[in-house]
């Protein structure tokens, strides 16, 4: 456990860099912090493994998936412990999430709208001259073309915001989501093509993204890096907010929505 607080005057904050490390291990790691630290982190993970659809913690897939394709192609499904919304994400979507105490940023409160507005300005100042940049509801977009989706997860002392860019998307990936029924009102009901943008189009490269985000967090906060393998050992505190969906959690709810519309299944 990291003990000293402040440095240089700015409440400390660890940060994690990671290189394509799975979703499901990332997101098991910042609940674990998020609940069992009492310190300030950052984790970048540059990357994941495969394609994966990240639901939040209330997401019906029938609702959200198109099921029989993602179970004829054996796509993973996992719930996260955070809300929001759908992702799928692969080795194009860079994630960067921060985990703070309620206390961390001076006059800060720890709800939803005043810690999407903090973040907003932040990647505001780390987008600045890279594109039209607007934090759009609960989405970070150039102009109304969205390439940011956000998740929270707010305790009684501590809050997690985290958020998955899209650097790059494969179009056909897309199809695997269904256009949500809770839509943001700027989506203007635009299918995925026409509604995402790919940040490589806009930002000279990763690096410089990831870099300028902790330039911008450096004002906040003195950033120290440390290693994944000095995190506390996850044995016996490990929570499982965050789990990947069974085959047959997949096909009992498929099997549900082809009763509901009344047809039959088609075999995957």
């Given at each position: 456990m990291i003990l000293h607080r402040f440095r240089d005057g700015l409440p400390l904050m660890n940060l994690i860099k990671l290189r394509a490390v799975p979703i499901l291990q990332q997101l098991h790691?910042?609940?674990?912090?998020?609940?069992?630290?009492?310190?300030?982190?950052?984790?970048?993970?540059?990357?994941?493994?495969?394609?994966?659809?990240?639901?939040?913690?209330?997401?019906?897939?029938?609702?959200?998936?198109?099921?029989?394709?993602?179970?004829?192609?054996?796509?993973?499904?996992?719930?996260?412990?955070?809300?929001?919304?759908?992702?799928i994400v692969d080795d194009g979507t860079i994630f960067v999430t921060f985990i703070c105490n309620k206390d961390a940023i001076p006059g800060l409160q720890p709800y939803p709208h005043p810690i999407m507005s903090w973040t907003g300005q932040l990647y505001g100042d780390v987008l600045h001259g890279f594109g039209d940049f607007h934090l759009q509801e609960n989405d970070y977009a150039f102009s109304t073309h969205k390439f940011g989706g956000n998740a929270q997860s707010i305790t009684k002392n501590r809050?997690?915001?985290?958020?998955?860019?899209?650097?790059?998307?494969?179009?056909?990936?897309?199809?695997?989501?269904?256009?949500?029924?809770?839509?943001?009102?700027?989506?203007?009901?635009?299918?995925h093509v026409e509604f995402l943008c790919r940040m490589k189009e806009y930002v000279p490269s990763r690096s410089t993204f990831i870099e300028r985000t902790l330039a911008a967090l450096g004002n906040?906060?003195?950033?120290?890096?440390?290693?994944?393998?000095?995190?506390?050992?996850?044995?016996?505190?490990l929570h499982c907010g965050s789990k990947l969906l069974t085959r047959q959690e997949l096909e009992e709810a498929y099997s549900s929505l082809c009763e509901k519309l009344q047809m039959a299944p088609i075999p995957v």
């Open positions: 790691l910042e609940e674990r912090l998020l609940r069992s630290s009492s310190d300030n982190w950052c984790i970048i993970n540059d990357g994941t493994n495969r394609p994966n659809i990240v639901m939040g913690i209330s997401g019906r897939p029938s609702e959200l998936i198109d099921l029989k394709s993602v179970l004829r192609d054996h796509v993973p499904v996992i719930r996260r412990f955070s809300g929001g919304g759908t992702v809050w997690v915001h985290h958020t998955s860019f899209l650097w790059d998307y494969d179009i056909n990936n897309m199809e695997y989501l269904k256009l949500p029924s809770r839509a943001p009102k700027y989506r203007s009901a635009r299918p906040h906060f003195s950033v120290k890096s440390i290693q994944q393998d000095r995190v506390i050992d996850p044995s016996g505190t």
